[in-house]
């Protein structure tokens, strides 16, 4: 059975629209608790878009389930997670002008930058997972590094889902989440999951964890914050 982590990232995105106190991403973390979230995830950027430091030291003072930090291979954000001793960090690629993350994090291109960064968090007792499209050399070199998980990218498979070609998409993840376990890591993945297309994914074999965002932001506008992380936890059950 798949864990469910919620990312509340864009709860955060509404509040610097304004600069102001609200909605504070804290509260929308206990709601995702209360509707039965496993994890909370949220990404500090280095351009603070959304999530702040504050964010994450309170978060990390008052969520009950796992807390997973998303962050890039950026020295000011590692100090951060280290002083804020997060659990789990997952290391993702950044790029200031992109609306979210638009791909895997390129590890077999450079290697000793992310290595470093790997060596680093464990040495601070964090646990450590990549963001990684669902390439065998990505897998296979994530898997020298000694990361303890790899989050498959989910996001071909979820555009794929509004063009009738999800198939083939699926079938990729499938085989790379065959590879991941047989390299011994834990198995997540997440990126354009929603409540229509999350299903397949949540049933690949050895998924432990799902990482979803907008969609059950999106959702919660309608319907609540516990409504909506509960109608998305039924779904990955």
Known sequence: MAELGVNIDHVATVRQARETYEPDPVWAAVLAELGGADGITLHLRED???????????LRDTVAVKLNLEMACN????QIACRAKVPQVTLVPERREELTTEGGLDVAAQRDRVADF????????????????????????AAELGVNAVELHTGQYAHASRSGTAGAELSTLQAAGRLVRQRGLLLHAGHGLTYRNVRPIASIEGMRELNIGHSIVARAVMVGMKEAVREMKELVV
């Open 48 to 58: 603070r878009r959304h999530i702040q430091e504050r964010d994450v030291h309170i």
């Open 75 to 78: 020295d000011d954000v590692l």
């Open 118 to 141: 790997v060596r680093r968090l464990q040495d601070a007792r964090i646990v450590v997972s990549l963001f990684l499209d669902p390439e065998p050399r990505q897998i296979d070199a």
